[in-house]
């Protein structure tokens, strides 16, 4: 959905891309990015931006340059699984979540 968002926008969301650096100017922020393509070639390229954002989290280049502290915990043995499922029938109403996560 915030893919879709974006684009609806006019932005663009870039896999395979990776924010290295950036500096940051009154009037924008330049930032030094690694591309790396489907055949393992990698690119490097600078571009002009009017804002960045960070949003990676606790290991986020951003927050980390910009001198903000991560308040909160990383839990690296934590796993996330995320599925974009779609139901085509609906579920009898007897099913219950077996996770202990409910």
């Known amino acids: 959905m915030l893919r879709a968002q974006i684009e609806r926008l006019g932005g663009t969301v870039e896999l395979s891309t990776s924010l290295v650096s950036f500096e940051p100017f009154d009037d924008h922020v330049l930032a030094h990015l690694v591309r790396t393509a489907s055949d393992g ?18 290991h986020s280049i951003v927050r980390k340059n910009s001198g903000m502290t991560f308040l909160g915990e990383s839990m690296p043995t934590t796993t996330l699984v995320i599925g974009d499922i779609h139901v085509k029938r609906g579920l009898p109403r007897d099913v219950r979540d077996p996770s202990p996560f409910h």
């Open 41 to 58: 070639t990698v690119a490097e390229e600078t571009v002009d931006c009017q804002f960045l954002v960070g949003t990676e989290g606790a």
